[in-house]
C-alpha cells in the first residue's frame, strides 16, 4: 500500500482559502485537530455532524476536472452525475493529479473549487444545512462556517448528483 502523505498545519492552500473567506465576509472558524483522512473522524474532531460536512471530490469528466462539493453522509450516484456531466465516463482524480490541480493529497481539499480554477457543482444534500464544516487544505485545519454563507462564497452550480 502507498505511503499516506499527510498535510499538517496551516497551509499555502489554507491561506489562500481564508482570504477567500474574508474577501467574503463570511464567519467561520478554524478549528486544528490530529490529521483525519475518513468524514466520520473529521466529524468527530471538529464536534460537528455528519451530514454537515461539505467534502470535496474531484472528478475528470472527458478532459475536464471538476470539484464536486457534496454531504459527507452522502456518495455521488455516477448515472446522475454523467448525465448533468454529459459524458460517458467519470473518475476521480488520481492522487498526483489531485496534489497537481490543488496542491492537496486525498482528504485535504477544500470545497472551494475556485481556489483552483475548477468548475464547482454543489448538491442538493448541503442546500438547506444550517452549518458546514470542511478540510482546510490540510489534514489537521478545518473550517466550520454557517451554511448560508457558505452557500453565498462557494462559486458553485447547485445539482442533485448524491445517492
Known sequence: MPERKI????????????ALLDEAGAEYRLVE?????????????RGTALEEGAKALVVKA????????????????????RSILNTRRVRFARP???????????????PFGQLFDLPTLLDESLADKS??????????????MPGEDFRRALEARGEDFAE
Open 96 to 110: 498526483e493529479e489531485l496534489h497537481e490541480l490543488t496542491g492537496c493529497w486525498p482528504g485535504a481539499v477544500p
Open 33 to 45: 485537530h490530529d490529521p483525519v483522512f475518513t468524514s466520520e473522524e473529521a466529524a468527530e474532531v
Open 131 to 144: 452549518q458546514a464544516s470542511f478540510n482546510a487544505g490540510s489534514h489537521t485545519v478545518s473550517v466550520v
Open 62 to 81: 472527458d478532459e475536464q476536472y471538476y470539484n464536486l462539493v457534496i454531504s459527507a453522509a452522502k456518495r455521488v450516484d455516477n448515472a446522475k452525475l
Open 7 to 18: 498535510l499538517r498545519g496551516r497551509t499555502d492552500v489554507t491561506n489562500r482559502l481564508i
